[in-house]
């Protein structure tokens, strides 16, 4: 299509790239506006800026909170899956057992279900199992790194497994020859050959547990809640505030461009990697 017509390939992929990025436009536009300006007839083009909502969420201190709390959580659990899903996949890939592709295939059932069928259980063991005195899991930042773990992790195992497969074990029965420790050819040979996949899997994790509401809304309450569940405050009997809203929308899109385009070059190389086994 591309050699017979450039120029409709061109259109096709402009209008497509237009779709995609409307939305995110017009959610700029809409927190660009005053209250009274929000129902009135739609204008694509802003030409006098309101930044009043902008000033109103960076000077809220629980907003500001609710995004350290955003940020910390998102990261810790994507490290964590990461780190556990690569020692995880490098074991099944290396090692030889009885009930390996079960347990393989296991790992993903967590990903089969809705969130909603967990909460219950994972309410319960945060406030009684793993309770110490007064101490609970409930409305802690590990506790919902651990919660975002339970769906996360299973997706880091199955994105990394075909990666990990396919670096020749060759080459880790060549280092061993050499005299190398096994944690040597894990660190020096296997990690650096992994990071396109392991840059995949810490972006996308890292992007599951950013955007999470479900869960972040019923086991959370002030000192864990996300900036996500921060979007329902502003949703009262007395109305809507939409401009508010989009605000923090805009906000909530800015670290995930950021993280994105910081490992962008490794996204397409890391889903691609494995896919075809020498």
Request: some cysteine; aromatic content about 14%.
């Amino acid at each position: 299509m591309k050699k017979r017509n450039p120029l409709l390939t061109t259109l096709f992929w402009v209008l497509i790239s237009l779709m995609t990025l409307f939305p995110i436009y017009w959610l700029f536009v809409i927190s660009v506006k005053p209250a009274v300006q929000l129902f009135s007839t739609p204008d694509l083009i802003v030409n006098n800026p309101y930044w009043g909502n902008y000033t109103e969420v960076l000077g809220n201190r629980l907003l500001r909170s609710y995004m350290i709390n955003s940020l910390v959580i998102s990261t810790g659990n994507a490290v964590l899956c990461t780190v556990l899903g690569f020692f995880t996949c490098y074991a099944l890939s290396r090692f030889q057992f009885r009930g390996k592709e079960s347990i393989f295939f296991w790992t993903i059932t967590n990903r089969m279900a809705p969130p909603a069928v967990f909460l219950l259980p994972l309410f319960l063991l945060m406030t009684q199992v793993y309770r110490i005195g007064d101490f609970t899991l409930l409305d802690t930042r590990i506790g919902m790194i651990l919660v975002y773990c339970t769906f996360n992790l299973p997706f880091a195992i199955w994105t990394l497994r075909p990666t990990i497969d396919a670096i020749p074990r060759e080459l880790d029965e060549a280092a061993y020859v050499d005299g190398a420790s096994p944690w040597k050819v894990i660190t020096e040979i296997v990690f650096p050959l992994c990071r396109p996949g392991l840059a995949v899997t810490l972006i996308l994790t890292w992007v599951f547990a950013w955007n999470e509401y479900l869960l972040a809304a019923t086991l959370t309450n002030f000192e864990a809640r996300t900036l996500t569940t921060g979007l329902s405050e502003y949703v009262t009997t007395t109305g809507t505030e939409w401009g508010i809203m989009a605000t923090i929308s805009v906000f909530t899109l800015i670290p995930a461009l950021i993280v994105f385009g910081l490992v962008q070059k490794h996204i397409v190389a890391g889903l691609t990697f494995g896919a075809v086994k020498g």
